[in-house]
């Protein structure tokens, strides 16, 4: 038996982000149809470190494969260039259960991330967006930013992060990719980011609120993904009480999130302050943004159907391009 081993220099060229946006709109819309068999993810603390290993399995229809993240969680000294999320996708044909192959997990993650991030945006935000704060410096800011060139007409970035450093490093990457036409500017701090920002993206590793509700102006859309796990959290309970609230997967939102948890646990919200799924607005089942002034929220915590959707999207490229290593098992 072989398995077709797929590395992140060739996902990044099997999987712009363009064409990853809508397989990530497909897998919702499967989540949110109840098509997929997904458990809450499984994680356990490394003894005698701050690593996390993480376990995402599920089980999709279409495309008719299963599988699993295993990746390993945490931070990096300064300097270190490896991401935070280190492992492996296992893919398996769903008739047959037979492995199909194993795709590298940082750069799925960063990729699908970003590209459902950018369906969000494209449902929630207002269709005239030009200004785009980042919170954060690492390969998320990055990817979200040239992910949200591609559904909104941006023509201003501001960047935060709490090392200046890799803020302008951020910057002046940004801007051998956007070119002129793209003002990308470092801000000195996160409300000087977001002032009259139309769309705040926050990926962070954050423990306490970085991004607070009377910085944030009407009618602005916010994509929230770096605090996926409990422990961690980005926005305040204002912020997200005069929010319009979306998410991935509610079950996993309620679970794992606590820039909700934390306004639920206060009784500062109610679980119906969750509208809905991006899946439900996707389906026609919940509608979006209701007005101009509205602010919008998508708490992202990423779910293993986007990552199976992606990594099969990559396995089907690589099969077609002769792409990858072949290897018995």
């Keep these: 038996m072989k398995l077709r081993v797929i590395?992140?220099?060739?996902?990044?060229?099997?999987?712009?982000?363009?064409?990853?946006?809508?397989?990530?709109?497909?897998?919702?819309?499967?989540?949110?149809?109840?098509?997929?068999?997904?458990?809450?993810?499984?994680?356990?603390?490394?003894?005698?470190?701050?690593?996390?290993?993480?376990?995402?399995?599920?089980?999709m229809e279409t495309p008719a494969v299963l599988g699993v993240k295993v990746l390993s969680i945490g931070p990096r000294p300064p300097g270190d260039p490896r991401p935070s999320h280190l492992g492996g996708v296992l893919l398996f044909d769903r008739p047959a259960g037979e492995p199909l192959a194993l795709v590298d997990a940082a750069t799925i993650t960063e990729i699908?991330?970003?590209?459902?991030?950018?369906?969000?945006?494209?449902?929630?935000?207002?269709?005239?967006?030009?200004?785009?704060?980042?919170?954060?410096?690492?390969?998320?800011?990055?990817?979200?930013?040239?992910?949200?060139?591609?559904?909104?007409?941006?023509?201003?970035?501001?960047?935060?992060?709490?090392?200046?450093?890799?803020?302008?490093?951020?910057?002046?990457?940004?801007?051998?990719?956007?070119?002129?036409?793209?003002?990308?500017?470092?801000?000195?701090?996160?409300?000087?980011?977001?002032?009259s920002a139309d769309v705040v993206c926050t990926a962070t590793a954050s423990r306490a609120?970085?991004?607070e509700g009377q910085w944030i102006a009407p009618g602005t859309h916010i994509n929230a993904v770096g605090a996926a796990i409990p422990g961690y959290r980005e926005l305040d309970t204002p912020l997200v009480v005069r929010s319009r609230v979306f998410v991935d997967r509610r079950e996993s939102a309620e679970a794992e999130a606590d820039d909700l948890r934390t306004p639920l646990a206060e009784g500062a919200i109610s679980a119906d302050h969750i509208v809905g799924?991006?899946?439900?607005?996707?389906?026609g089942r919940t509608p979006g943004r209701q007005s101009p002034e509205q602010v919008t929220l998508f708490k992202s915590v990423g779910v293993a159907v986007e990552d199976l959707a992606s990594a099969f999207l990559v396995y089907q490229r690589a099969v077609a391009r002769g792409m990858g290593n072949e290897v018995e098992i």
């Design 7 to 59: 590395s992140g220099r060739d996902v990044r060229e099997l999987l712009p982000i363009e064409d990853c946006m809508p397989a990530m709109a497909d897998a919702l819309r499967e989540l949110s149809a109840g098509r997929t068999c997904m458990p809450l993810r499984s994680k356990m603390a490394v003894p005698g470190s701050d690593q996390l290993m993480a376990l995402m399995p599920a089980s």
């Design 112 to 195: 699908r991330t970003a590209a459902t991030s950018a369906v969000a945006t494209k449902l929630l935000a207002r269709p005239d967006s030009k200004v785009l704060a980042i919170v954060g410096t690492g390969a998320q800011a990055r990817a979200h930013a040239l992910a949200l060139r591609v559904v909104s007409p941006l023509r201003e970035v501001r960047i935060w992060g709490r090392e200046a450093s890799r803020a302008r490093a951020l910057r002046d990457s940004l801007r051998q990719s956007a070119g002129s036409e793209l003002r990308i500017e470092v801000a000195d701090t996160v409300m000087d980011a977001v002032r």
């Design 209 to 211: 609120p970085v991004l």
């Design 277 to 283: 799924e991006l899946g439900d607005v996707l389906l």
